[in-house]
């Protein structure tokens, strides 16, 4: 079975910190097709956005305009998992987070991608 599950959402003020991780099945997280790992984040009423995205073979990293600087995805392969360290949070970056798998960055940056998560949400009070 296919499953990204994430964790890690929640409230916090403006200016503070929260990590989100996903847990992928081992058949995403080794499928050699599916080359990246990431997240996107949807707001009420919005499209989802990509937020940011590792590469499977050589960690590579790619980030959003709006998150380069405050946030930092990693990867865990040894437990299958993908985090996303979020740091210095403004109400704006108030939305349902997902994590996601994609066959390329190309694809991933421009809002697709072949597995998703649920999501959790963050919520960024001002």
């Known amino acids: 079975q296919v499953q990204l599950v994430e964790s890690g959402g929640g409230l916090v003020q403006a200016g503070g910190s929260l990590r989100l991780s996903c847990a992928a099945s081992t058949r995403i997280f080794n499928i050699d097709t599916l080359g990246w790992l990431g997240w996107f984040r949807q707001a009420p009423g919005k499209e989802h956005d990509f937020v940011a995205a590792?590469?499977?073979?050589?960690?590579?990293?790619y980030y959003s305009d709006s998150v380069k600087g405050r946030f930092a995805i990693s990867r865990d392969n040894a437990l299958n998992t993908v985090y996303l360290q979020m740091n210095s949070l403004k109400p704006e970056d108030t939305a349902v987070y997902f994590c996601?798998?994609?066959?390329?960055?190309?694809?991933?940056?421009?809002?697709?991608?072949?597995?998703r998560g649920q999501g959790t949400q963050v919520t960024v009070s001002s």
């Open positions: 996601a798998a994609s066959l390329n960055i190309q694809i991933m940056s421009r809002g697709g991608y072949n597995y």
């Open positions: 590792i590469s499977r073979s050589d960690f590579t990293t």
